[in-house]
C-alpha cells in the first residue's frame, strides 16, 4: 500500500513560487502515475497536473499551463510540483494521488493535503 504525504505549502503574495513536495512510502509505484490536485474553499477537488513516473512525461490542466511544474525525484520517490506566477485564486488546499492514467482518477484515499494561500 503506498502512502503518501504532503508538504511545502504555505502564505505567499501574488506573484511568488512555491514549491510542493508528495513523498511515498510503502512502495514504490514506477508503473503508476502520480497527479496533483486542489480544492479550495466551498469548491469541488479539480484535477492540477499528473506525471508518469516512468517516462516523465507531464501533463496539466490549463489554467496552470505555463506556471506550475510537475516532477518527480525517482531515487527519493517524491514528486514535486513549482508553482510560479500564483494568483490569489490559486488559494487551495493542494493534494497528491495516484491516478489512473489519462482519466486522472485517484486511486487512493486521500491525505491531509497541504495549505496554499495566495494573498493579492
Known amino acids: 500500500q503506498v502512502q503518501l504525504v504532503e508538504s511545502g505549502g504555505g502564505l505567499v503574495q501574488a506573484g511568488g513560487s512555491l514549491r510542493l513536495s508528495c513523498a511515498a512510502s510503502?512502495?514504490?509505484?514506477?508503473?503508476?502515475?502520480l497527479g496533483w490536485f486542489r480544492q479550495a474553499p466551498g469548491k469541488e477537488r479539480e484535477f492540477v497536473a499528473a506525471?508518469?513516473?516512468?517516462?516523465?512525461?507531464?501533463y496539466y490542466t490549463d489554467f496552470v499551463k505555463g506556471r506550475f511544474t510537475i516532477s518527480r525525484d525517482i531515487a527519493k520517490n517524491t514528486a514535486y510540483l513549482k508553482m510560479n506566477s500564483l494568483k490569489p485564486e490559486d488559494t487551495a488546499v493542494y493534494y497528491c494521488n495516484v491516478v489512473l492514467r489519462g482519466s486522472w482518477s485517484p486511486v487512493l484515499a486521500w491525505g491531509q493535503g497541504t495549505q496554499v494561500t495566495v494573498s493579492s
Open positions: 510503502g512502495r514504490t509505484f514506477s508503473s503508476y502515475d
Open positions: 506525471i508518469a513516473w516512468g517516462r516523465g512525461s507531464s
